[in-house]
């Protein structure tokens, strides 16, 4: 295992399933629950959580890097592996004492392979080798996206197939869930993520200053501000009006963003780094147009895969996930698409919607 896995092998799917059917239930006799560890660092969190074949989460733990990389001004991948190192063992026994589950009692180890930065990935993947090789235990690779896919599950009956939308600082992209690994892409960025976008549009607003944002992500603190602001200061069209497909981007946007700013600087007289006074309705207009373009992208993928005969005949779910969709406008304009599409919004709860280590177990 180790070996293979060390040049990034996926199993066939036939061995995947082997393993997975390999999980029995037993009523009265939760002892003989297989119990598998989860480690995810693909990114930014350290996280780590140990969950049963039942779904029942045991132990979870994630040690967040955002305040650290607030300060840098985003993620320096560097910085990113030297916090997951020296945070993932600790993390790992915390679950695991916490459960008073002992190494020996895990099912198997299963840790997101991809995709991700590169030297974050390496972390958990080298620190889930050395356990998988001491406890001799069975590794499973995770693709993280499937993970986010696939998190509903845990807390919803949802049957395949489903939409997932999942928007976040790494992650866009919209897809038709037609079973476990069996997925149709129907349009990812072709840039950089939502999140991304409204994190860089935050950072040059200098939001980290505002005395009611600075501990917020970018999105967040767009979020907050622009419940105090105008949208209509700003009047833009989302980006892709006129692409016949599902994909996205929000470079485009950033850099018109940019522009506004530095012509709203120069009208009030201020310097780059201070607060416009018109940054509220700044945020209000990037986060309208935001969800514009979010809403408007998935809407033709819905009609697309009506078209297609692709959905069921009752209610198709749109599942959305990632930080980005804990934005209640956003939300709020996917509940108006779904309600006028016949399909039903759902949303696994915040703390599965961003990156963690359940999702990965
Ligand atoms: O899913 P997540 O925690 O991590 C990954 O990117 O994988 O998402 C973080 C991103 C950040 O870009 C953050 O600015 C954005 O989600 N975000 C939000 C909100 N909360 C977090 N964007 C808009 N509105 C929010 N309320
Ligand atoms: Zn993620």
Redesign the pocket.
């Known amino acids: 295992i180790l070996n293979k896995t060390a040049g990034v092998f996926k199993p066939s799917k036939r061995k995947v399933y082997e393993f997975l059917r390999s999980f029995n239930f037993h009523p009265g006799t939760p002892f003989l629950h297989k119990i598998v560890l989860g480690i995810e660092t693909?990114?930014?969190?350290t996280a780590a959580a140990v969950v049963d074949e039942t779904g029942n989460v045991l132990g979870e733990a994630i040690h967040s890097q955002t305040e650290v990389h607030l300060k840098t001004g985003g993620i320096i991948p560097p910085v990113a592996q030297q916090l997951h190192r020296e945070n993932i063992q600790r993390t790992v026994q915390e679950i695991l004492s916490a459960s008073s589950i002992s190494p020996s009692d895990l099912s198997a180890i299963a840790t997101t392979i991809k995709p991700g930065l590169a030297l974050s990935l390496g972390v958990g993947l080298s620190f889930s080798l050395q356990l998988v090789g001491q406890l001799k235990k069975p590794f499973i690779p995770i693709h993280h996206m499937e993970a986010h896919a696939l998190t509903i599950t845990l807390t919803n009956k949802v049957e395949f197939p489903f939409f997932v939308l999942l928007?976040?600082?790494?992650?866009c992209l919209l897809a038709l869930v037609q079973g476990v690994s069996d997925f149709l892409l129907l349009g990812k960025s072709l840039d950089i993520?939502?999140?991304?976008m409204?994190?860089k549009v935050?950072r040059r607003l200098s939001l980290i200053k505002h005395p009611e944002c600075s501990i917020?992500?970018?999105?967040?603190?767009?979020?907050?501000l622009a419940k105090q602001g105008n949208r209509f200061h700003f009047d833009t069209t989302p980006p892709l009006q006129c692409a016949k497909n599902c994909d996205f981007s929000f470079t485009g946007l950033q850099h018109l963003l940019n522009k506004i700013i530095i012509q709203k600087e120069k009208e009030e007289g201020i310097e780059q780094g201070q607060i416009l006074s018109s940054a509220a309705d700044i945020a209000a207009a990037v986060?309208h147009i935001?969800a514009c373009h979010i809403v408007k992208r998935t809407h033709r993928a819905i009609l697309f895969c009506k078209q297609r005969n692709l959905l069921p005949q009752n209610n198709t779910v749109l599942v959305a996930?990632?930080?980005?969709a804990?934005?209640?406008?956003?939300h709020g304009a996917l509940e108006i698409l779904t309600n006028a599409t016949q399909c039903t919004l759902l949303c696994p709860p915040p703390r599965l919607?961003?990156?963690n280590g359940i999702m990965i177990a």
């Open positions: 693909s990114c930014d969190d928007i976040s600082g790494g992650h993520a939502p999140g991304d409204l994190d935050a917020m992500s970018g999105g967040k603190a767009i979020e907050h986060q935001t996930s990632g930080g980005v804990s934005n209640f406008y956003i919607c961003t990156d």
